[in-house]
């Protein structure tokens, strides 16, 4: 009997990238200088989502927003394990993007960072948005 | 509000068993916990499953096996604390007089979702971005060892405390020997600082809880309190790791129902995913201020014989972790503990047990769910 679940992700809606079919982009998007998402007419909540019905932390109307690409990093780890196409060791940091929300970046150096870190999303790769160490 | 009770439990072995059809796992977690109830399958008035990954019907199937026709029966999913909100569904029921007796059931079989690489959620935005649990896991651990001067040997002692405690359990991934601590920090890297050894091995299982109300039957347990919450916005603005708020909230809710203290809690069965998901949970229920929970497992405090055993089973470290087969095992060792029955593994003192599940799997929420809950040996 062939060996369960091996030459295929039987995960239901694994995403196109490991053979399944694709699903619809949720990651933040990056526009040129600036990540795309919505704030809080109210309240200034920056959120790096859009499509939302009103701010999640007040209940206020939600415009969209343009959010710098620099910041500090709350954390970051050197991931050593392959996940999905990505292929170790890779580097991601949570980044605290300056008067905006806290996104996921990848790492273009895989290594960790000290907490407060200032970094700098340089681009996207596959659509995942990469961040250097700012000078 | 009527006191509900925990009437019986029963487990499957955990463990890797892809072999073994699911609903088989069920069965004998149910007839386990139907025996040790001391209850015929017909006094059964509802069920509740926690589930994460199914599949879609396997309630039916499930059922198939086992008579009960007809009976309201409905599948919760909340990450990994779905099993454990089974049991608060059935617990709060109970309470409002919906029903005298209910199987609560959780189960998953992850053996056969994957093989080779983790695949994460690919609608989340941080799954979609390759952020595999290990890694989220590895973002708070990172976080403490820099803000609070948690060592590598802190963290391995989390690990080597439940492996040793899991020797004793026959229902638990067995293993020759526990590894040392430096066994585990050799172990191989899988985000930094997390290793191998401290991140909960590939699972199935499937437990069963019988709850029901005030019987007058000895070995029945009180649930002197059941707290399940959802999460709340992670962000920016957050004070602390993820994975911290979550059960935070739900402690609080848990400890004011009981009208306790977290120091008057004897033994504990927590979410050890990972090593570090044991420290920020104890601090989270109160066992130790913020930053001092890694202190908790090397000072003996947390260790089978010390003041607040946690996870004396050998937790999700030793079991695995079949996401919603997590909660009824937890609960099931708690149940064991209190009774007396744990064998090797029972603690000194054991009137009143806590059992808490945090799931995640989603970005910018600190937790998917999480229950706590809290049983005492009626008076």
């Known amino acids: 009997m062939a060996e369960l679940g091996v030459g295929r992700p039987t ?57 710098a690409v620099t910041g500090t990093a709350w954390s970051s780890t050197v991931v050593a394990i392959p996940v999905g196409t990505r292929r170790p060791p890779f580097g991601l940091a949570y980044l605290d993007l300056d008067d905006g929300p806290r996104v996921l970046v990848h790492l ?6 000290p907490i407060g870190t200032r970094l700098r999303i340089t681009g996207t790769d596959g659509g995942d948005l990469v961040a250097a160490v700012a000078p | 509000m009527i006191p509900a009770m925990l009437w019986g439990v029963g487990m499957s072995a955990y463990g890797l068993q892809p072999d073994r059809r699911v609903e088989a796992l069920c069965w004998d977690a149910i007839g386990g916990a139907v025996r040790d109830a001391g209850i ?6 509802a069920i509740v499953v926690g589930s994460v990954f199914g599949p879609p019907g396997v309630a039916t199937r499930v059922q198939r096996g086992i008579g009960i026709p007809g009976v309201p029966m409905w599948t919760v999913e909340n990450a990994c604390a779905s099993g454990t909100s ?27 979702l994957f093989s080779g690489a983790i695949v994460p959620e690919a609608t989340d935005p941080e799954g979609a971005a390759s952020l595999p649990l290990p890694g989220l896991y590895a973002l708070a651990a990172q976080r403490y060892v ?9 963290l391995a002692a989390v690990a080597v405390k439940n492996k040793r405690n899991g020797l004793d359990n026959p229902l638990a991934q067995l293993r020759a020997s526990a590894p040392t601590v430096q066994e585990v920090l050799g172990s191989r890297v899988i ?9 909960c091995p590939t699972s199935d299982g499937a437990g069963a809880v019988i709850v029901g109300a005030e ?8 649930v002197e309190a059941s707290a399940m919450v959802s999460g709340a916005l992670w962000d920016h603005r957050s004070a602390d790791v993820w994975g911290f708020a979550s059960v935070a909230r739900a402690a609080e809710q848990a400890f004011a129902q009981a009208g306790r203290s977290p120091a008057e809690i004897d033994v504990l069965e927590v979410h050890d995913a990972f090593t570090i998901g044991e420290i920020v949970t104890c601090e989270a229920l109160g066992l130790a201020p913020r930053g001092k929970g890694a202190e908790l497992a090397p000072s003996g405090h947390t260790a089978r014989d010390g003041l607040q055993p946690v996870n004396p089973s050998g937790g999700l470290l030793s079991r695995g972790h079949p996401l919603g087969g997590t909660g009824p095992a937890q609960l099931a060792e708690i149940a064991w503990q209190l009774r007396g029955q744990a064998g090797p593994r029972q603690v000194a003192r054991h009137r009143v047990g806590l059992v808490e599940t945090m799931g995640g799997g989603a970005a910018g929420m600190d937790g998917n769910a ?10």
Do not use: N
């Open chain 1, 11 to 67: 995960k239901r809606r694994p995403g196109a990238a490991v053979g399944g079919l694709p699903v619809a982009e949720s990651r933040p998007a990056l526009d040129g200088e600036a990540v795309l998402g919505s704030r809080c007419t109210a309240c200034r909540y920056p959120a790096a989502q859009r499509g939302i019905p009103w701010c999640p932390a007040c209940y206020g109307p939600v415009a969209d927003a343009r959010f």
């Open chain 1, 108 to 113: 273009a150096e895989a290594a960790v960072v």
């Open chain 2, 40 to 45: 015929s399958p017909g006094d059964i008035d």
């Open chain 2, 86 to 112: 089974a049991f608060h569904e059935a617990v709060e029921a109970v309470r409002h007089g919906r029903f005298g007796c209910v199987l609560v059931l959780g189960v998953d079989q992850m053996s056969t």
């Open chain 2, 146 to 154: 820099q803000e609070f001067g948690v060592t590598p040997e802190q």
């Open chain 2, 191 to 199: 985000a930094e600082p997390l290793t191998m050894l401290q991140c």
């Open chain 2, 215 to 222: 019987r007058g039957v000895a070995g029945d347990l009180l």
């Open chain 2, 370 to 379: 999480c229950v706590v809950a809290i049983l005492s040996v009626p008076d």
